[in-house]
């Protein structure tokens, strides 16, 4: 089968099966307004998505984009929302709807998609690098910590805490790290989706001084692994340009773009 076809292939099961409720496993609330799902999540976060828009013409995108800030304005523990969009969708009028009504547009992101069996290959590591499962809660806030680092963010107790909230939930979602020297140097996490053949692969971050020896490939390596010891044959992911072209050595396509648009309550 050709790439293209892979494509095609690979896009129609996301929009399917990957543009539901899977998509939001730590939802606290979802609210479904004509095609969109208003999301809640923990710690005031809301979350606008959806399978496509039924050919909604730009008016109608403009309505929904309107009635989506009225929603999420109206509840008053929502401090900031993502609208997250796909570059493969009819949207007609969506950018300057969500601009018009307060979104920011943030950089967009290579969708990508491929066989777990392809990625599941030995990928050496460097002398004093291991691989672990991670569990405990220090364990679960060093890793948090380390990506907060890592994409330039304040550290805080935000995703750790939504993290240890999954883990408890015992629904299959895998935490790995690498380390070197007692120290975590790389990691990420994966999520298989229920009823499906995905398991998503996220998070994934490595320390500057760490980068280019063959560390995070390893891990999306470990993370292919457990995905198909849990029966899952797809793998997914959002991917900025940095970790894309690592995606692509291992075997995943570029299928779409996705692209956030973020409100923040004024």
């Known amino acids: 089968m050709s790439h293209s076809e892979d494509r095609a ?7 399917a099966n990957l543009r539901t409720d899977a998509e939001t496993p730590s939802a606290l609330k979802v609210t479904r307004h004509g095609p969109l799902r208003w999301v809640t999540f923990m710690k005031g976060r809301g979350f606008v998505t959806y399978q496509d828009l039924g050919g909604a013409d730009a008016q109608t995108v403009t309505r929904l984009v309107a009635d989506s800030v009225a929603y999420y304005r109206a509840e ?4 900031r929302v993502e609208w997250k969009s796909r570059g493969h969708d009819h949207a007609p009028g969506l950018h300057e709807a969500l601009i018009r009504n307060g979104f920011i547009q943030d950089d967009p992101e290579s969708i990508m ?38 994409f330039g963010e304040p550290v ?13 939930l015992n629904d299959g979602m895998q935490l790995w790290v690498a380390e070197a020297e007692g120290r975590i140097v790389s990691a990420g996490r994966l999520e ?6 995905f398991a998503g692969i996220w998070g ?43 995606l692509e050595r291992s ?16």
Not at 76 to 79: N, V
Not at 119 to 124: T, Y
């Open 251 to 266: 075997g995943l396509l570029k299928v779409s773009t996705t692209t956030p648009y973020r409100w923040v309550r004024g």
């Open 76 to 79: 008053p523990e929502i401090t």
């Open 113 to 150: 998609i491929g066989e777990a069996r392809a990625l599941a290959v030995d990928v050496p590591l460097p002398d004093g690098v291991t691989l672990r499962q991670v569990t405990e809660e220090a364990d679960v806030r060093a890793m948090s910590a380390m990506q907060d680092e890592v």
């Open 192 to 197: 298989p989706v229920p009823g499906t053949d």
């Open 204 to 246: 994934g971050a490595t320390r500057e001084e760490w980068r280019g020896r063959g560390i995070y490939r390893a891990l999306t390596a470990r993370r292919a692994q457990a995905a198909l010891e849990m029966g899952k044959t797809l793998i997914h992911s959002d991917s900025t340009e940095f970790s894309r072209s690592i």
């Open 156 to 168: 805080s107790d935000e995703m750790a805490d939504a993290l240890l909230r999954r883990l408890s």
């Open 9 to 15: 292939r690979f896009l129609a099961a996301y929009d």
